[in-house]
């Protein structure tokens, strides 16, 4: 079983395509508030499989949870 870390805005975009993989796990840390996502975001967000979080402060994960974290466009949002 893999399990994959998405961190950045287009989490949902991004998981939508890993979440067709067989024996794949993923999540996603979006840097900022969804406003106006499509049905399948929100779907991901109810599900608690993207969450909302401040990039500022620590991800809501143990170390080591993940055999793969993806970081794109992130740096922005950090201090």
Same mark, same amino acid.
């Not at 779907?43 to 080591?64: E, N, Q, R, T, W």
């Given at each position: 079983m893999h399990k994959v870390l998405h961190v950045g805005p287009?989490?949902? @975009?991004? =998981?939508?395509?890993?979440?067709?993989?067989e024996d794949t796990e993923v999540w996603g840390i979006q840097p900022y508030e969804l406003d106006d996502v499509g049905a399948k975001c929100k779907?991901? +967000?109810? &599900?608690?499989? +993207?969450? +909302?979080?401040? =990039? &500022? @402060?620590?991800?809501?994960?143990?170390? &080591?949870s993940f055999s793969l974290v993806i970081v794109s466009d992130a740096l922005d949002y950090l201090s």
């Open positions: 287009d989490s949902c @975009f991004v =998981l939508s395509s890993l979440l067709e993989e779907s991901l +967000v109810c &599900k608690g499989i +993207v969450h +909302v979080a401040d =990039l &500022k @402060f620590s991800l809501p994960h143990c170390a &080591k």
